[in-house]
């Protein structure tokens, strides 16, 4: 625009054009003053001067009747005033023949010209008053809080997928959806759909939870509860903080039951507190059976996959249907990433994480210091994940897929969130094996021969398929995103 403008003031050709666009009048009047420019000699200042004066001849005197007329074409104005900025004038000074007191020189060749009327040019100033400057700092201050701002979290709106507000002690905002999301007991981020609600809901609804916190504990206050929480630690059994934890679980599971919605099988059942509760302390050590290699062994495998991720190291890794946070809180600590998204559905799993990360990685677990990695904890829908499209480097997903109700658009998520050269590690259950009667007509789980992932990760749009097994039901595969042409 300031291009445009300048020219205009420096090429009689546009000043020409767009005076007769304005009025004939007009036009006539300039071809006077472009004249008397000429006449003049003068150079226009753009940078160095507030004001700059173009006069006709030298000894020229100023008209008694003066007049000021304005340009206007396409809601330029040339002439008038502009409240915000200081501004530049350029002034053409008329000349009346009449006057005896006039000295123009005769041989200026508008010496004697009539009815020249006066033409203001106005140009923007380069230079601002420190009036301007505060209020251009105040403007972009308010232009600022009314933009949505970039949230520190990984994790975007799971319905417009655009960055989350700065997260507070209630939950987190899309400004774009107006929409907030809780921060729940157990240190999560509900981003699942049926817990979004009004903003302005937000911090009421965090009101009623802070007055609904959990009781301080009963079990603690017996005589004999640090020998017993002591022994049980070497053995590697529940303490008394732990099993009353489980018991308020339990108390309120029959609400949530009544107000949740009813969910497959192999969904609901990692969603119960007991469940949820025994997964690491025994359930997960019976896979073993099945050709699991064990937790050490099955995060080695998952390392070397997701290291051939493009731009994984040094940056956000999720791991989907966490359950407890068994690898998770591998992940976190072996220092490779960013920051490690721990995401479930099951709330009751993802306190478990809660409680597994304080007391392995400490209390700030989820804000690590510089250099160190953070676990963030996330509920959410595998199939509708809180990621925007192509921002992750890596997804891992161990023991899961065939507790999915809907794995094909689950996986079509995952290749979504993932970069271009990103990689997607799973791990799950052959049809064969002790585990076979259990997915017998896919109810209540799913599981999958080599050949069904091959074909289903292809129809994602996941290529460069690999695979591990192990007998008799073990497989561990990796695929990647395609990079772009």
Known sequence: FCSFVYKLWISPAHVRTMAAIASPTMSSQLSIWQTRQAAAGVNLQKASAHEVSICGAASASQSTARSSHRLLVAGLTVGAAVARRPRCQQRAT?????????????????????????????????????????????????????????????????ICHLPLSHPSAAGIVCKSCGLGFPLQSGGFLDLTIGAAKPSDELQSASTKAESEQEEPSLLKNLPFVETTDGIAESL???????????????????QRLLKSSLQ?????????????????????????????????????????????????????????????????RRFASSGDYSTVVALDYSEAMLRQVDAFAKKELGAGYATAAPGKTSLKLVRADIAR??????????????????????????????????????????????PRGPMRPFGRNNIPYRFWTEDELSKLTRQCGLVDFKAITKDPAFIMVRVRKPKSV
Request: with cysteine; hydrophobic share 40%.
């Open 94 to 158: 008329p000349v009346t023949s009449g006057d005896p007191s006039s000295k123009t020189d005769s041989k200026a060749p508008v010496a004697q010209a009539e009815n020249i009327v006066e033409v203001d040019i106005v140009q923007p100033s380069y230079a601002k008053s420190q009036a301007e400057v505060k209020n251009d700092a105040a403007t972009d201050v308010e232009l600022e809080a009314r933009l949505p701002v970039a949230a520190p979290e990984p994790c975007s709106c799971p």
């Open 236 to 254: 590697g059994l529940p303490t008394s903080k732990e099993v009353e934890a489980l018991g308020r679980e339990f108390l309120r599971e029959p």
């Open 385 to 430: 994940l809180p990621f925007a499209t192509n921002s992750l480097g890596g997804v891992h997903a161990g023991a899961a897929i065939h507790c999915w109700p809907n794995p094909e658009n689950a996986v079509a998520e995952v290749s979504r969130v993932l970069r271009p050269g990103g990689v997607f590690v799973l791990t799950t259950f052959m």
């Open 264 to 328: 497959p099988a192999g969904t609901s059942t990692f969603q119960s507190p007991l469940v949820s509760f025994v997964y690491e302390r025994g359930w997960r050590n019976a896979f073993a059976s099945s050709g699991f290699p064990g937790p050490d062994e099955e995060f080695r495998l998952a390392q070397e996959f997701l290291h051939e991720g493009e731009g994984l190291l040094g940056h956000v890794l999720l791991d989907a249907s966490c359950g407890s946070g068994l690898f998770s």
